[in-house]
């Protein structure tokens, strides 16, 4: 069924073509034709279009499923949580005196506040959540084995920066639970032997909980840690395009004189 | 050219036909050239990647703030058989955060080993709350005189020493002495299960027992008592 068209005044409407005249260019052609052009001048001067190829038009083995896409699902958790963390910094301040109270500003009293910081809050949990489910599909479809050792231990890097992220994170409200839980956790940092004591240290800056410590926090919460955590994300990406990714354990691979059967 | 490379080359630029090559000479121009600019590089790195670590780690690692000495009262204050909390401010500046509490009695011979070295604790003993599991702040229970960590459940006698739970070590005590007839509060120190003094403090959690005293260094600097 075709729907009627909008009223449009005369002089939005398309003209008849005159006598002798040539093919007039649609305007949306135009659009098009200005589309590919810039892409083209992109592509002329950086040959991206044969990277772009390479990462998504890969072979995929056969068998492939829902599973496959929590890896996805992981890089999509940490780009949420990088939005969002950009965004909270705008309000936050890492001051011993001024952090509970800013957050408070944030969350209870600016627009889409509590939504934003728990999309942060309830996101990192989801990140941790995925990571585990994603490192478990690994483990257990055996994609971890030869030639994908090398991506495995990125992989494992990029679990224990997730856990950094989390534990440098909950300190930043700076309110009790929060408060606590850091003393806690930097002494368990403590109890390894012979370097645990100078870990502890530097991280609180001093023998004591002291000014430096929430700011060295938010320091390796926003800086340190997601730069290390995006760097390891490109490597980890490069190795998946690399090496492809491996069928579920239940397929068997035919060898070839079984294709006649 | 095809056959230069079959047999092995001579390690002296002269035999190598080399123009410019001189006498015994070995390091070819291109080699030390290659040498020469990526030493450079490794120390353009280290003239920023070094200063930048040493600020981040030297402070906290070695920087002790001086040894303060808080009044918590006059002697008549505190008795032999209790504990009174005191709250004192280990750090300025930091506002409700720099603050922790200690329990404070006075020395009770019947119960307390003589102080070693004799001079230090000889009056009055005052106990850091922080609990030697994990630092959880400890409560004085003076119906069962124990005190209670609310964290994990560890349990120390009137003494601080480990009745039950996780704890590792007794609570760490406070050089106290009495100035201006008030009693004050010194810098920290750990004990471990024999009450023997560590003068460096050590974090909750690290044994100071048997091994623990020597894979749990102290740090590198601590407050002196005065």
């Known amino acids: 069924m075709k729907l009627p068209l909008p009223p449009v005044p005369d002089a939005l409407k398309p003209k008849p073509k005159r006598p002798g005249e040539a093919e007039r260019v649609h305007p949306l052609d135009q659009v098009k034709e200005a589309g590919v052009a810039t892409v083209d001048w992109v592509d002329e001067r950086t040959s991206l279009s044969g990277g772009l190829r390479w990462v998504m038009f890969r072979k995929v083995p056969k068998g492939t499923n829902w599973f496959y896409t929590l890896g996805s699902a992981s890089l999509f958790a940490f780009l949420s949580q990088a939005v969002t963390g950009v965004f909270l910094a705008m309000y936050y301040d890492p001051s011993i005196t001024n952090a509970y109270e800013s957050t408070r500003h944030l969350t209870n009293e600016v627009f889409l506040g509590e939504f934003v910081r728990g999309m942060h809050r309830w996101g990192s949990s989801v990140m941790v959540i995925l990571v585990f489910l994603h490192m478990a599909r690994t483990f257990f479809f055996g994609a971890y084995k030869y030639p994908r050792e090398l ?4 992989g494992v890097v990029l679990l224990i920066l997730t856990m950094t992220m989390s534990f440098t994170g909950y300190l930043l409200p700076f309110d009790q639970r929060s408060y606590w839980a850091t003393v806690v956790g930097v002494n368990i940092n403590g109890t390894g032997p012979l370097v645990g004591p100078f870990l502890s240290d530097f ?3 001093g023998a004591e909980f002291g000014s430096t410590t929430l700011s060295r926090f938010y320091a390796i919460h926003m800086l340190l840690v997601p730069g290390g955590i995006a760097a390891m994300i490109g490597a980890h990406l490069y190795l998946v395009t690399r090496l492809g990714t491996t069928a579920p354990p239940w397929l068997r691979a035919k060898r070839s004189d079984e294709d006649a059967v | 050219m095809a056959d230069g490379r079959k047999e092995p080359k001579s390690k002296y630029t002269l035999d190598r036909g080399m123009p410019g090559a001189f006498e015994g000479e070995t390091v070819t121009r291109r080699h030390l050239m290659n040498l020469t600019a990526q030493g450079a590089g490794v120390v353009a790195v280290a003239a920023f990647a070094l200063p930048a670590l040493g600020f981040a780690a030297g402070s906290a690692l070695f920087d002790r703030p001086p040894a303060t000495w808080s009044p918590v009262g006059p002697p008549e204050d505190f008795s032999p058989d209790s504990y009174v909390p005191r709250v004192i401010t280990a750090q300025h500046g930091i506002g409700q ?6 329990y404070v009695r006075r020395f009770n011979p019947e119960i307390d080993s003589p102080p070693n070295p004799p001079g230090i604790d ?3 003993i005052a106990l850091s709350t922080r609990c030697m599991h994990l630092g959880c702040p400890v409560r004085y229970i003076q119906a069962a005189q124990r005190f209670v960590c609310p964290c994990h459940g560890g349990v120390y006698d009137f003494r601080g020493d480990v009745e039950g739970g996780p704890p590792v070590r007794p609570l760490d005590h406070f050089y106290t002495r009495v100035s201006n007839g008030q009693v004050e509060i010194g810098p920290r ?12 403090y050590r974090d909750p959690g690290e044994d100071l027992d048997g091994i623990g005293q020597y894979i749990y260094p102290g740090r590198f600097s601590t ?4």
């Open chain 1, 151 to 154: 991506n495995w231990i990125i």
């Open chain 2, 122 to 124: 000889n009056e009055f």
């Open chain 2, 223 to 226: 407050p002196k008592k005065d």
């Open chain 2, 189 to 200: 120190y750990s004990v471990n299960s024999e009450f023997r003094r560590f003068p460096s």
């Open chain 1, 203 to 205: 991280l609180r800056g």
């Open chain 2, 97 to 102: 955060v720099g603050k922790t509490t200690a």
